[in-house]
């Protein structure tokens, strides 16, 4: 019986979170961490030891994903670097100046083969409307996953951190992210870092606020490295 206004209130937020396009802004992250932190002891931890996490947010459009599969196994200051690099030879950064630069020209910036192959394919798709990042925002979670992973080089991964950081989906749990591995591996002092499978299933407590409990789990993963996470982008 005690639990029943916590789950009142979640299913009253969610339901505000509908009315706003699924969207997390600011206040209903603060619920959000609200209530994960009442549902769940090492996210109370959390908060507690680091105080509250940044709501972390991009632009939606090509020029996030790009960044996106730029960080795509590698540091994230390489592909900060790389994405600066990319900002200052393509201004404004579009999918048809993007098509601008050559091979040559994406090696020197930080692309690699693969990577400049992926992102050609995408700016080509965009720049001849053939697709449209925007038709992203009327589709279910799965459905716009689906939708994303259709490209070649855009997998699970890089899906969930576009769908999470530029659409702020309150639901999205990128299971293909070690460092988020890592994280709910210490804070819910865990024996080994947790699969994707494991993950996927320890997961469903914090539905449907499983996007704001990543970023408590990537705050407390940065803060007990010494890095403060206001200063990190997602």
Request: proline share 5%; aromatic share 10%.
């Amino acid at each position: 019986m005690g639990k029943q206004p916590e789950f009142s209130a979640g299913i009253y937020y969610w339901a505000a979170v509908q009315d706003s396009h699924d969207i997390l802004n600011e206040e209903i992250f603060a619920r959000g961490v609200l209530l994960l932190a009442d549902r769940d002891e090492h996210l109370a931890g959390v908060v507690k030891k680091y105080g509250r996490p940044e709501l972390w947010v991009r632009e939606p459009g090509f020029p996030s994903l790009v960044y996106i599969i730029l960080e795509q196994q590698v540091s994230l200051a390489s592909a900060r670097a790389a994405f600066e690099r990319l900002k200052a030879a393509v201004k404004p950064l579009t999918p048809r100046g993007f098509l601008r630069l050559n091979d040559v020209e994406l090696l020197r910036i930080g692309f690699s083969r693969q990577k400049t192959l992926y992102t050609r394919l995408l700016a080509e798709s965009l720049a001849r409307r053939h697709f449209d990042l925007r038709y992203l925002h009327d589709l279910h979670d799965d459905a716009a996953q689906k939708m994303l992973i259709a490209f070649k080089g855009i997998g699970r991964w890089t899906a969930d951190i576009y769908l999470l950081s530029a659409l702020r989906r309150p639901d999205i749990w990128p299971i293909g992210d070690l460092a988020l591995a890592t994280a709910v591996q210490e804070v819910k002092r865990l024996r080994k870092r947790p699969s994707p499978e494991k993950l996927e299933a320890l997961s469903v407590p914090w539905r449907p606020w499983r996007a704001v409990a990543a970023r408590l789990f990537w705050h407390a993963y940065l803060c007990k490295r010494g890095l403060k996470s206001s200063t990190v982008s997602l």
